[in-house]
């Protein structure tokens, strides 16, 4: 929920309080989100992007509606219907052949959180915080603690993951026997790669690719399999 209160935050700084942040909240008018909506576009932000951040707003003038005493009268919050994001939907999948494309192109210290997001479907803000104490060679299995929805799990490994994993605690334990993440590059958990893997699958011919593409393809291959 911390988390989460944080992203909201931050679009609302970020994005939201420029345009909006001027207005009281009893005087925003259906123009004035549309206009909101015109903006994004031509920022470059996708449909999406623009209903979740409307939606966002939508629900703080509900709160401030609800509040006791309330607010603002409820019947001063604007009416707008959210734009059909389904002609704008991402296919997101990828083949065997696409993927040792672009992981061939990625830096060696991508390679490990690449598998296991291509063949264990594991959300990538997961995977970075997986630490070598929840890896168990033995049993071939990782054991996820925090997970978005809040249920721990079992990971087993799959395809490539065991030599890509087991190449990796080989490293680390060279090198940097301190590092406590799985994911790590120069002893120092992974967090941002964005500059690397833009220019990894530029490099393979699939500039559009997103890595949590990967996760998707691999929720597929779960279920095909």
């Known amino acids: 929920q911390a988390d989460t209160r944080q992203i909201y935050e931050y679009v609302m700084r970020a994005n939201m309080r420029p345009p909006f942040g001027k207005l009281l909240a009893d005087r925003i008018k259906t123009d004035d989100l549309l206009a909101y909506r015109k903006q994004r576009a031509a920022a470059g932000k996708s449909a999406s992007t623009a209903n979740r951040e409307l939606v966002i707003l939508r629900a ?17 919050i604007p009416r707008f219907t959210l734009e059909d994001e389904r002609p704008f939907a991402r296919t997101g999948f990828v083949g065997d052949d696409v993927f040792e494309k672009v992981l ?9 959180i690449s598998v296991c997001a ?4 594991v959300r990538v803000g997961e995977l970075k915080k997986i630490q070598w104490s929840q ?3 033995e049993a071939g299995l990782i054991r996820i603690k925090e997970t978005k929805n809040g249920a721990p799990r079992t990971i087993p490994f799959i395809g490539g993951m065991e030599a890509h994993l087991r190449g990796a605690k080989a490293a680390r334990d060279e090198f940097y026997a301190d590092c406590e993440w799985v994911f790590s590059h120069l002893g ?17 011919g699939y500039p559009d690719l997103l890595f949590r593409d990967f996760r998707r393809s691999g929720i597929r291959n779960l279920k095909r399999a």
Request: aromatic share 10%; glycine share 2%; proline share 10%.
């Open 60 to 76: 703080a003038l509900r709160a401030a509606a609800q509040a006791s005493p309330p607010m603002i009268p409820i019947s001063s």
């Open 135 to 137: 890896v168990d060679f």
């Open 104 to 112: 061939a192109e990625l830096p060696d210290y991508l390679h490990p």
């Open 188 to 204: 120092a958990q992974i967090r941002s790669f964005k500059g690397a893997w833009l220019a990894a699958v530029t490099r393979a």
């Open 118 to 121: 291509y063949n264990s479907a």
